[in-house]
């Protein structure tokens, strides 16, 4: 016999609880057997606080996802700044005869090998280390640096600044969304289970397959058991029942 199976994510708890009370108010309306009034009246209450957690749970995970999203972006092109400007600083090196010691102005060793960029702040550092080693370079008699050029890179490192600086904002919006609707899970599995206690009570004659398909309208699961065939659709016949044409 397939197995009842409760919700587990608050998605399928909201729905669950969503179906029972829009399906219990056409039952109880037309006389037929359901969950008692003061359930539904429950349930009804709770929704109205749970669902605007939900939604609001929902909404900080896509601001969250957004704002990773954008500095990820925004790192992306900041890290393609910095590494063009070690390149054309050596080539330009390399091309003009100036001495190693150019490098280390920037944050380069003298060999010439650029520093491995493993964080966000390696990349913030590396670009910082560029901009006042120009004013170094400038004072050292060397011309300023082109394709990129600081002015062009100044403001790709206040973006990539600023992008970096929402995630944790957006993180903080998404933890204390998550606090809230845990507070009201238990809550929500309880009311759940008070529909199935009520429904098992008024549905106990009734056929276990039917009463199975009429727990689903108020939003129950089942999975069948390992090698159990699962409930037929209202209407359809079970395979295991159809007779087989001669050959």
């Known amino acids: 016999m397939p197995r009842y199976q409760a919700p587990t994510s608050d998605e399928a708890r909201l729905t669950a609880l969503e179906k029972a009370r829009d ?31 939900y939604v609001a749970l929902a909404a900080a995970l896509g601001g969250r996802i957004k704002e990773v999203r954008e500095r990820e972006t925004a790192r992306a092109i900041l890290d393609t700044y910095v590494r063009d400007f070690w390149e054309v600083l050596k080539r330009r090196s390399h091309r003009l ?6 490098y280390t102005y920037y944050g380069i060793p003298g060999d010439g090998n650029v520093p491995d960029l493993h964080t966000f702040d390696d ?5 910082d280390k560029l901009i006042t080693g120009e004013t170094t370079a400038l004072g050292k008699g060397f011309p300023a640096m ?40 238990a809550e929500a599995d ?58």
């Open 23 to 53: 399906i219990a108010k056409i039952d109880i309306a037309a006389g037929r057997k359901s969950i008692t009034a003061g359930t539904l009246d429950a349930i009804t209450g709770f929704i109205l606080l749970f669902r605007p957690l």
């Open 97 to 102: 005869g100036h001495p190693v010691e150019i």
């Open 123 to 127: 990349l913030l550092n590396a670009a």
């Open 146 to 185: 082109s394709n990129p050029s600081i002015a062009a890179l100044v403001p790709v490192l206040a973006e990539a600044r600023k992008q970096a600086a929402d995630v944790p904002l957006a993180d903080r919006a998404y933890t204390t969304a998550q606090t809230a609707i845990a507070a009201k899970r």
């Open 190 to 247: 309880t009311h759940i289970n008070d529909i199935m206690a009520d429904l098992e009570s008024s549905l106990r004659r009734i056929e276990p397959s039917t009463r199975r398909q009429i727990l689903r309208s108020y939003g129950a699961t089942f999975v069948p058991l390992p090698g159990e065939p699962a409930d037929p659709t209202p209407g359809e016949t079970p395979a295991a029942n159809t007779p087989t044409a001669p050959v």
